[in-house]
């Protein structure tokens, strides 16, 4: 192509800063996880922190995110667990004084920090070099306009679209342009704020709500059914570019490749579409000066008029993202890591294929399998939230599936989800009375399970395209899966050795094979075995087998006859993975993950993680010994531990889905690490614990379990409301409750769906204004090793995942702690604890109740691990190997520290901001302080929250909450700014000398109405604290959270919360909280 | 259906069919490129050849039409897949690849373990090896042979830009016909791709191809169309020799037509056999690699440079000893092979992988206008 030799020939003696002037470089994170920005960040930094230290370069890390892999010890040099915004990395400059900074490695989170740095001119002023691609680049791929003519000059083509900067300019271009048309905002992740609107009204409130988030929005042509296609490039200085990978989305345009189904490589493009994207692509990319990773977004239509190549540009994001992630487990190829070598001045050729450890790392990936990528939602965990999925993200985890055949590897991937489904056919979630059609029709979580459920009912793959817009390819072997279904004889003693071979191949489980002949997975697996059908592992060497890989990244396939390695036999140690990352289990399991397999170094054990979950640190290669990308399932886990021989399994360090596998495993033969299973099991089941907890003279809330109306309302007449409900039968959505009192409690056991004879429900005495504590600790044979208590912000009945968590305990007496402790040594001893455990306690008027333990390590396990400087993880580990030593256990601080979580509501249309006993948070960071309330002021605004300087609304339910939160609005009211208030709590403000300007209900559409003054942006602070125990007619609560959450209002629903956060404002400037690094805190 | 792969080390595996039913025998070679099956099954340097696609899934987009292909028909010996898809979905699919291999006469079997066969080449090197469906045949060796004649047009053709139409749906910004107009390469067909061809065309060059064996310096053939004048200059102004199957050293009578050519100081552009069969007439030497180069992604660093390209390649025998007055122009990064050379300073010069890529990445295509922007000026061939 002539332009490229001529670009080849200008950009020949490409000028970069030699590398050598390079020394300290400052890295930034990308904070909490939340929906759209998740783990894979934790992976890119971690891979750009260990390219940079290869090169004896000194990183400067700022992440809050305590969970993370990147802030571990052994990694960056210095880390600062402070909010990613450009004052406190300014601050963080002036004293580290690096000499260059790192923007790509977290997400927009750090781009957009990047940018605002770049604007102040901060950066020029303290002479630090953005390393990587050029900042101009940057902000022409993140202003959607300017960006598309940037591309009209290349001639390429990218959607008709305009800017807007009100309503009434969108309504004129959309009138233009025709309906539909998308809306989308600049500057944002995860496509916040767009959406397609096909009338007028629509349109409307879909701008009113991206004008929230953004001063512009675009309103674009909409591509129906375009097939979306995306590219990975990376680029060095020498203008070297490769597309180290090609992705298509299962579902069309429309849904965010973040909701999508995706597969690597793209199977329904040939190869001019194939190589004609990719030449696109890379000038793009050429363009744009880029230096490290990018990704290319397509649309491209299947059906082209004049069979020309039909496509148009979506974005590009100059940065690693999670497409990016994705491509790097998808191919081997150590994206991230590259990204950063190049950054530094490296040319691709100078780079060695970390697989290979021969061939050069300037090269692009053969893939000789297929992987399946699927998101993981939680939608249902949200109330009022709304299903349907499109252009911007809900999802908050994802899966990815490896095999020989896409049917394979999708099979797999959805049993990777972890919802127990047990492959395509799944129909758990069909059962809601919707059409098979309409659930094909409107895009959903549940779309992919209609899609077989239609084959099985003969609907044609194309009336199934025609609806749901996925390529008929995609249909036809889904609809070879429940083909094979259908031909299964129904009787386990009729199935043939060919029969079992080929459902095999296609991905079934035993169990679901065990499901179609009446019989069990364990009896299908003993005939499996019987005719020698067994998987095989494969490993992922990035060029299709024409080299040999020295590293193990594997797979299992049944799709193959030979087995690329031997077995490990007694030198290996399973370690059990996390699996997707979902509400209440995320990154920190991957800490604990992470860090197990290193540990094992020490007792010469080779690691063997088994993972799926693509955002992960545990499944970069060169983490453990073996990497088994792999199902968590119990069928998938015996398979590897056939295959190993393994010394044991570890099952304890991965959250609670490895837990869950413990009994199985153990009945299989396997041999646990750690706390026997059969304790597992006592501390898990309910009635056990409960026993257990008795015979041990332990406190525990008063609590049964019901199957009639009758007893459960008689225990509760006897113990007194509020109780806490638990119902057994999750699937529909149906959560943990508070019932106040009889009338709702009886409203609540009438619903057939919720409370049957099949479904009984436990029933909890609810303890109110209790404080809450958590005991993480290491145990050995029974004895504790150490441990420590962190207290909760909030009173018992805010999720211990939601709640804000503060170390050292500060208003827990030495007497409570005492009791905690001696709790923790009994059960301990009583379950013969061997690793990591925590439990949770309820502390009321001296009274201390136990609610539950974990044996297993915790979400709070990386965070006492990091503010004591004590890796709790490897305490574990020791533990399981008999060479832990006791220590003391950690109650006390120089310092403060608080963990608080990240909500993602705004992403969640519909659906309730407000925290309950059911989780909801998405992520968390944790800060340092001075006290408690500069550690708690850092976090806050960490996870997006802000010094109020506008105005401050408040609404208190009911009198005791008016009057237990008006010393607070007395502080806040301090900072001479407007306060803004719902009818009685103004007036009961002014009673008490402050005035409060009153503003109408939204519901009453009266001015001056709260929602006016959201729109106009005058309030950015709302405290909406309810009385939970009064039930209105028409929630006007909700109205009020709802729309301050779509109008990025930071919100407090609890008292507590909002009470340090008043006491923090006020007694805090920004410019006297400590810019001080983790290891000035911790020595 | 089921059909055996049998291996000359006496191995063998079995597989449904999905191709035509009859034995076939050849040297079993694998490719690592993840898409373009039709062009590659094409693509007449695999004559001879048994061909393993390590990709797993294949068929999924059907075959499109004849103009779309890199020759008239299926030009491998064979074809082994993983998973073969009979139900093709793409808008320029006219038929499934198994009808089209039905169609051509050409078995294929689905080998479930391709990734075993591939490390077995890997390790042992290409083997000889046969799909026997219908009663066993002899195993084969195609680099005994002079394959040439088999793939490769007997006739003179010229052929004109102006009546050119570029069929593939590529990106719209990789013509530029205006920049070589009145300039006539002759290209010598040892088995050239069509994207050889066509590449030239797009670029506004008027292309005359000969066989391999024809001499257009001595146009003895009275039949039109003439490679000479009236005064016996050449009506061209510069040689393409193609690539093409098979061991080089076979191909003699090239090797003689381009020492007749360099004895002009006609420019030649070399590609893949046409690379190696340079390097013979200028006295370099040419081996065997253990297992070839077949894929879409060979970095190839530029000499002196650390400028890298992804390249298409298909070869199993590459030049190790470059010519004097030649230098290496390309050298492959992963294992130091040489992939061009290039004179001191005539335009002479060749590769070992495809810049017309199809199947693969388009990104060497700019050789084809390094070359014709190296042509001396004003163009001769005034002839035309
Ligand atoms: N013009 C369009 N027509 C239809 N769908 C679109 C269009 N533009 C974007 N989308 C869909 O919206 C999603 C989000 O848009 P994108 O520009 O990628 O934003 P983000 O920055 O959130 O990734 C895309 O993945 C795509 O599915
Ligand atoms: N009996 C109770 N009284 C008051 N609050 C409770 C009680 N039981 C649970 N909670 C609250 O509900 C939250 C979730 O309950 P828990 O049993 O820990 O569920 P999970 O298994 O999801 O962690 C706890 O963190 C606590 O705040
Ligand atoms: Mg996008
Ligand atoms: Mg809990």
Redesign the pocket.
């Known amino acids: 192509m002539i332009i490229f030799w001529k670009d080849y020939r200008s950009r020949r003696e490409g000028k970069v800063n030699s590398m050598s002037k390079i020394k300290k470089v400052l890295i930034l994170g990308s904070g909490a996880l939340k929906i759209?920005e998740a783990g894979e960040f934790d992976y890119s930094g971690s891979q750009a922190i260990k390219a940079l230290k290869e090169e004896k370069i000194k990183t400067i890390l700022v992440n809050p995110n305590i969970a993370t892999v990147q802030t571990s010890k052994n990694l960056a040099d210095e880390v600062y667990f402070l909010p990613v915004n450009d004052y406190f990395v300014e601050k963080i400059i002036e004293k580290e004084k690096p000499d260059s900074i790192l923007l790509s490695f977290g997400g927009q989170t750090a781009l957009n920090c990047g940018i605002a740095l770049n604007k102040r001119s901060i950066l020029k002023k303290h002479n630090v070099k953005i390393l990587g691609t050029p900042i101009k680049a940057i902000i022409l791929t993140e202003d959607r306009k300017k960006f598309a003519d940037h591309l009209r000059k290349l001639k390429i083509p990218t959607?008709e679209?305009r800017s807007a900067k009100n309503i009434n300019e969108a309504l004129k271009i959309a009138r233009q342009i025709g309906f539909p048309v998308?809306v989308?905002s600049g500057y944002?992740?995860?496509?916040?704020g767009?959406g397609?609107a096909s009338n007028i009204d629509e349109l409307k409130e879909i701008a009113a709500r991206a004008f929230a988030f953004a001063p512009q929005i675009l309103v674009?042509?909409?591509?129906?059914h375009?097939k979306?296609i995306e590219y990975e490039i990376v680029r060095d200085r020498y203008d070297n570019c490769i597309a180290v990978c090609n992705m298509e989305?299962m579902d069309p345009?429309?849904?965010?490749?973040?909701e999508?189904i995706v597969v690597a490589p793209s199977q329904t493009l040939n190869n001019f579409e194939y190589h004609g994207l990719r030449s696109i692509a890379v000038k793009i990319v050429r363009s744009l000066g880029i230096i490290g990773e990018c990704n290319v977004?397509f649309?491209l239509n299947p059906n082209p008029r004049k069979n020309l190549l039909d496509y148009?540009v979506?974005?590009v994001?100059a940065r690693l993202s999670r497409s990016s992630a994705l491509a790097s487990k998808a191919t081997g190829y150590p994206l991230a890591w590259v990204a950063a070598k190049l950054a530094i001045g490296k040319g691709l050729t100078e780079i060695k294929n970390k697989v290979t450890l021969k061939t050069s790392a300037c090269f692009e990936p053969s893939l000789d399998y297929i992987v399946v990528k699927i998101p993981r939602w939680d939608i249902e965990k949200f109330r009022g939230a709304d299903e349907r999925i499109g252009?911007?993200?809900k999802s908050v985890g994802e899966v990815m599936g490896i095999g020989r055949k896409f049917e394979e590897a999708y099979q797999k991937a959805i049993r990777m989800l972890d919802l127990d489904f047990e492959g395509a056919t799944s129909d758990t979630l069909l059962d809601n009375g919707k059409t098979i059609t309409e659930l094909l029709k409107t895009p959903t979580p549940k779309r992919m399970f209609a899609v077989a459920a239609a084959m099985k009912s003969n609907i044609t793959a194309s009336e199934i395209y025609r609806l749901t817009g996925i390529d008929p390819w995609f249909l036809y072997r889904i609809k070879n899966i429940a083909d094979a279904e259908k031909n299964i004889p129904p009787k386990l003693s009729k199935i043939t050795k060919q029969n079992l071979l080929e459902l095999k191949k296609l991905g079934f489980s035993d169990k679901r094979i065990g499901t179609l002949v009446n019989s069990t997975g364990l009896s299908v697996r003993k005939l499996r075995k019987k005719y020698n059908i067994i998987p095989y592992v494969m490993n992922i060497d990035t060029m299709a087998g024409e080299f040999p890989a020295k590293t193990n990244y594997l797979y299992l396939t049944y799709n193959a006859n030979h087995n690329d390695i031997t077995p490990l036999g007694n030198k290996g140690v399973m370690v059990l993975g996390s699996g997707p990352y979902r509400i209440g289990s995320s990154v920190e399991f991957d800490w604990t993950s992470v860090n197990t397999a290193i540990n094992l170094k020490k007792y010469n054990k080779e690691s063997i993680i088994i993972n799926c979950n693509p955002e992960t640190v545990s499944t970069d290669y060169d983490v453990s010994k073996r990497l088994y990308f792999e199902e968590l399932t119990f069928e998938r886990l015996a398979d590897i531990y056939d295959f190993e021989n393994p010394f044991g399994v570890i099952v304890s360090v991965g959250g609670q889905t490895p837990n869950n596998r413990a009994k199985a495993l153990k009945a299989y033969g396997a041999e646990i690490l750690g706390t026997d299973p059969k304790n597992i099991d006592r501390a898990e089941e309910r009635s056990k614990f409960s026993k257990l907890l008795d015979n041990l003279n332990i406190n525990q809330p008063a609590w049964n379990k019901f199957t009639n109306i009758k007893s459960a309302l008689s225990f509760c007449e006897r113990t007194g409301y509020p109780v806490l409900l638990r119902p057994s039968y999750v699937l529909s959505g149906t959560l943990m409750r508070i019932c106040h009192n009889r009338n709702e409690l009886t409203h609540f056991l009438q619903d057939k769906t919720k409370f049957s004879k099949d479904y009984p429900i436990t029933v909890s005495k609810f303890i109110e204004e209790a404080k809450e504590l958590e005991f993480d600790a290491v145990s050995q044979n029974g004895k504790i090793i150490t441990g420590a208590i962190c207290e909760h912000i909030e009173n018992a009945g805010v999720h211990s995942g939601d709640a804000s968590i503060v170390f050292p305990s500060q208003k827990t007496s030495r007497r409570i702690q005492k009791i905690i402790e001696e709790t923790g040594e009994k059960l301990a001893g009583a379950l013969a604890i061997t690793g990591p455990f925590n439990i949770q306690f309820l502390v009321k008027e001296n009274t201390i109740q136990v609610i539950e333990i974990n044996l297993r390590s915790s979400r709070t396990f990386p965070f006492i691990s990091k503010i004591t400087g004590v890796n709790f993880s490897e305490l574990a580990t020791d533990a399981f190997f008999n060479q832990a030593k006791e220590q003391l256990i950690h109650t006390k601080t120089g310092f403060a520290a608080v963990k608080i979580a990240q909500f993602s509501f705004a992403r969640l249309t519909g659906a309730d901001p407000i925290v309950h006993v059911e989780m909801s948070s998405t992520g968390e960071v944790a800060c340092f302080g001075k006290d408690t309330k500069e550690a708690f002021l850092k976090g806050e605004i960490a996870v997006g929250g802000k010094i109020p300087q506008k105005g401050i609304f408040v609404s208190l339910g009911g009198e005791r909450n008016k009057i237990l939160f008006l010393p607070s609005v007395k502080k806040l009211a301090a900072l001479g700014i407007p306060i803004f208030a719902t009818k009685n709590t103004s007036i009961f403000l002014d009673k008490n000398g402050i005035r409060a300007k009153h503003l109408y209900k939204i519901h009453e559409k009266k001015s001056p109405n709260i929602l006016e003054f959201f729109q106009k942006a005058k309030i950015d602070l709302a405290i909406n604290i309810t009385d939970e125990k009064f039930k209105k007619d028409i929630d006007d609560d909700f109205a009020i959270r709802r729309s301050a959450t779509d109008h990025n209002i930071p919100l407090f629903t609890k008292m507590e919360k909002a009470g340090i956060f008043a006491d923090a404002v006020t007694d805090k400037a920004l410019d006297n909280l400590e810019i001080k690094s983790w290891s000035e805190y911790i020595k | 259906m089921k059909g055996t792969l049998i291996l000359e080390d006496g191995s063998h595996f079995e597989g449904l069919s999905f191709g035509f039913l009859s034995s076939s025998a050849g040297e079993v070679v694998f490719s690592t490129g993840m898409v373009g099956y039709p062009q590659s099954l094409t693509d007449p340097s695999y004559k001879g050849q048994i061909l393993i696609l390590t990709y797993p899934i294949i068929g999924n987009y059907g075959v499109a039409d004849k103009k779309y292909w890199e020759s008239e028909g299926i030009k491998a010996a064979g074809l082994i897949v993983s998973n073969y898809i009979d139900t093709p979905s793409h808008f320029l699919s006219k038929e499934t690849l198994s009808d089209w291999l039905k169609r051509e006469k050409i078995p294929a079997i689905e080998i479930n373990d391709t990734r075993f066969l591939t490390q077995k080449i890997r390790e042992k090197g290409t083997m000889l090896g046969k799909i026997v469906i219908k009663g066993d045949i002899e195993f084969y060796d195609p680099n005994k042979e002079n394959l040439l004649p088999k793939v490769c047009a007997n006739q003179i053709r010229v052929l004109e830009p102006e009546a050119f139409v570029y069929h593939a749906p590529g990106p719209s910004f990789a013509q530029n016909p205006a920049n070589h107009k009145k300039i006539t390469v002759l290209l010598i067909d040892c088995g050239a791709k069509r994207n050889i061809i066509r590449s030239l065309l797009k670029r506004g060059v008027r292309v005359i191809t000969v066989p391999w064996d024809r001499d257009p310096f001595s146009d003895t053939q009275p039949a039109m169309p003439r490679t000479l004048t009236q005064e016996g200059k050449p009506v061209f102004d510069a040689i393409v020799v193609s690539n093409g199957p098979g061991n080089p050293q076979m191909a003699d009578k090239t090797i003689n037509t381009i020492a007749k050519a360099l004895k002009r100081q006609i420019p030649i552009l070399g590609i893949c056999l046409g690379h190696q069969l340079l390097t013979l007439a200028l006295g370099g030497g040419t081996g065997k690699l253990k297992y070839g180069h077949r894929s879409q992604n060979q970095p190839c660093i530029l000499s002196k440079s650390k400028k890298c390209f992804i390249t298409t390649q298909n070869h199993g025998f590459y030049v190790n000893r470059i010519p004097n007055n030649f230098r290496a122009w390309f050298t492959n990064a992963n294992d130091g092979t040489n992939e061009g050379i290039i004179h001191k300073n005539l335009p002479i010069m060749s590769v070992q992988f495809h810049p017309e890529a199809n199947p693969g990445p388009m990104d060497t295509e700019w050789v084809f206008d390094y070359f014709l922007e190296r042509l001396p000026q004003p163009p001769g061939g005034q002839s035309k």
Do not use: D, W
């Not at chain 1, 944002?188 to 916040?192: E, K, S, T, V």
């Not at chain 1, 345009?253 to 973040?258: A, E, K, P, V």
């Open positions: 759209g959607p679209s998308m989308r944002a992740l995860g496509g916040q767009s397609v674009e042509q909409y591509l129906h375009f979306e989305n345009l429309g849904i965010h490749t973040g999508s977004q649309a148009y979506i974005e994001n252009s911007s993200m």
